[in-house]
């Protein structure tokens, strides 16, 4: 269902794009639904999962880092409702159904500061309204899907009339149409037939409506804040957002704000957008960003131009093609600035951001590939929960792709370090992958929540250290984890090793904890290296 929901957003962007209306044009709503919706589906298909509760968790948390816009983000947040309402599911019944979709609506108005009618929430409130009530004497799901169908489409309709922009505008609200056409979607995969099949009804009054928004209608001064600011900010701090949604209210408009335990995703319209992110930063580790001038867009539109967004820089550099200018390329994986300043140095093509926390997509490691100036593209994942996804890039580029299935960071880097341009495809994929099985991985990070894990008792911000994988316990004091690492460690009888320190660590801290463990290591030759990398303190490795 949301694969198929996922093309049908794909096939409908641009008739949904213009529907979007001033003076809220902040990138096109179908495109920014769809990207939404895809990221969730390249999740899906990168993993093998089984019960609604794997699936409803995996797409959530996709679709809340691939959010865009204002229309994305409330999708995201219909869906990570969803997710919280299945959890521990295996299959859903008609009511249960009906339930999530319920919560996910809850979790879409909490979210937005201040609720307007005529929107998508107003449609999705009205879905899930008829599903519940349908679900109060009905069991069959796809029945369930029908009603609330029908009654999303009746909603769209009144849009043009709630919304007194929209009928400024002489259009429906985009966003719900967006969300029509998402539930019809899952209604023909439950029905058993392509979304092709699907064709759009006409609205009742066709001669009070448009197919698009007349953006000449409006004027940039209509505009009261300009910037459309986008960001996500990694949480290191267990701080409330109740003081930061004030603030941002009290300088912009427009806000949305959707969260999951790790991360948080902010959509404003302001003037201040350094301001914005600056007041982010409180909060915990801003990992990326994105600022569009509306005020310039809305006049473009006027002008009959296409708006300029950051999306368009990101489509052009994807559309220029990169001839193969020598033998072989390396695109890797890895976050911090550090990092990635050590994988260029090593002769790394392409760097694409990413690791524990926020994988990228395989269209993310894809775009890489394409840019690499090579005829064979080696890809180091540098980590397990991102190797599948560079795996979906082998058929899909038009160049030969081997992937070396790295586990971490380090790994990556000994691989590189391995690399001999002179040696032939199989041989070199062997000297790397060689490379990479010597290293034994450290990692020192945190604990986000109390739990029980693999018998250890762990409270919430106790330091966690593993090694290859496995937990080797939480800590109250660095220096009683490096023992515990060292204990780890010692039967490898290391001769090298490398602590890469991350973005919350002192210099003078990391040299103390690399003197440390090579002290109950024998003394190894030590090299301490500025990674800048997120979530992990300490990226250690054995060699």
Do not use: W
Not at 139 to 153: G, H, W
């Amino acid at each position: 269902m949301l694969l198929c929901a996922s093309d049908a957003l794909e096939k409908h962007k641009q008739p949904i794009n213009e529907l979007n209306v001033f003076p809220v044009p902040d990138g096109d709503t179908g495109t920014n639904m769809s990207l939404t919706m895809r990221s969730g589906a390249d999740a899906l298909r990168s993993k093998k999962l089984e019960g609604v509760t794997a699936v409803a968790d995996c797409a959530a948390s996709a679709l809340l880092r691939g959010a865009r816009g204002n229309s994305g983000v409330i999708l995201s947040l219909l869906f990570r409702g969803i997710s919280k309402a299945v959890k521990g599911m295996n299959e859903l019944t008609a009511h249960s159904l009906a339930d999530a979709m319920q919560e996910g609506v809850d979790a879409a108005y909490k979210a937005v500061m201040k609720p307007a009618e005529g929107t998508i929430l107003t449609v999705s409130r009205v879905a899930a309204k008829a599903a519940l009530e349908f679900a109060e004497k009905g069991s069959d799901v796809e029945l369930l899907l029908v009603c609330a169908l029908e009654a999303a489409k009746d909603a769209l309709e009144l849009t043009v009339e709630q919304n007194p922009v929209l009928k400024r505008a002489g259009v429906v609200d985009a966003g719900g149409k967006g969300y029509v056409v998402i539930l019809d979607a899952m209604l023909a995969s439950l029905q058993g037939r392509m979304f092709s099949d699907y064709e759009e009804e006409k609205l009742p009054d066709p001669a009070a409506l448009v197919e698009g928004a007349d953006f000449g209608a409006f004027s940039a001064e209509d505009i009261e804040f300009a910037y459309d600011t986008v960001f996500i900010v990694r949480r290191t701090k267990d701080k409330p957002l109740e003081e930061f949604r004030e603030y941002l209210v009290s300088i912009g408009d427009s806000l949305v704000i959707g969260e999951d335990d790790e991360c948080f995703k902010v959509h404003v319209h302001t003037n201040e957008p350094g301001a914005a992110l600056t007041e982010a930063q409180k909060y915990g580790t801003l990992e990326i960003a994105k600022i569009e001038n509306m005020r310039s867009q809305s006049e473009d539109l006027a002008a009959g131009r296409k708006a300029t967004s950051a999306d368009a820089l990101e489509e052009e550099e994807e559309e220029a093609p990169v001839k193969p200018e020598k033998r072989y390329g390396f695109v890797t994986v890895c976050a911090g600035a550090g990092m990635e300043t050590l994988f260029r140095e090593l002769g790394a093509d392409g760097v694409v951001t990413g690791g524990q926390t926020m994988n990228p997509s395989t269209e993310d490691i894809l775009r890489q590939i394409e840019k690499t100036p090579a005829e064979t593209v080696f890809v180091l994942p540098n980590n397990k929960n991102i190797i599948m996804a560079a795996e979906q890039c082998v058929p899909i580029s038009d160049r030969k792709v081997v992937v070396i299935p790295t586990k971490t960071v380090p790994q990556g880097i000994s691989a590189m370090l391995a690399v001999d341009t002179y040696a032939g495809e199989e041989e070199l994929a062997e000297m790397l992958m060689e490379a990479a099985s010597q290293v034994h991985t450290a990692l020192v990070t945190y604990a986000a929540r109390d739990s029980e894990f693999d018998g250890h008792h762990i409270l919430a911000g106790e330091y966690l250290a593993l090694l290859d994988g496995a937990l080797l316990g939480s800590f109250t004091e660095l220096p009683a984890l490096m023992e515990a690492v060292a204990e780890g460690i010692a039967p490898f009888a290391p001769e090298l090793i490398s602590v890469y320190y991350g973005e919350d660590v002192a210099e003078a801290d990391a040299e103390a904890a690399g003197e440390l463990l090579a002290g109950k290591l024998g003394d190894p030759e030590l090299s301490v290296i500025n990674g800048g990398q997120p979530v992990y303190y300490f990226m250690i490795a054995a060699e």
